[in-house]
């Protein structure tokens, strides 16, 4: 059975950082392809970064330039470092492994950009 576990969330003043943590379980994670969405309060869940299985990368414009999305086999796990956080990014944020047209999602972690 495939398990994905989020952590990292939490408190950081506006312009600080934080990474996130998407770990998987239960399949051959250097097959994945990890994706990150967040989603506040009445809306929708929106994609802002995602790395294929041959690690490349894209990001939401909201988030280019300030997060990177890495993945690390070894670890089976996948990190989102987010810098230069902004009120903004307050948000929920939620990871998605994918293979071969199933998609696998974590519980979530709460992120507050607040002073």
Known sequence: QVQVVESGGGLVQPGGSLILSCAASGVSFSTLTI???????????????????????????????????????????????????????????YCKASRAGRAYWGQGTRVTVSS
Request: net charge negative.
């Open 35 to 93: 994706s990150w969405y967040r989603q506040g309060t009445g809306r929708q869940r929106d994609l802002i970064a995602v790395i294929t299985a041959e690690e490349i990368t894209t990001y939401a414009d909201s988030v280019k330039g300030r997060f990177t999305l890495s993945k690390h086999n070894a670890e089976n796990t996948a990190f989102l470092q987010m810098n230069s956080l902004r009120p903004e990014d307050t948000d929920d944020y």
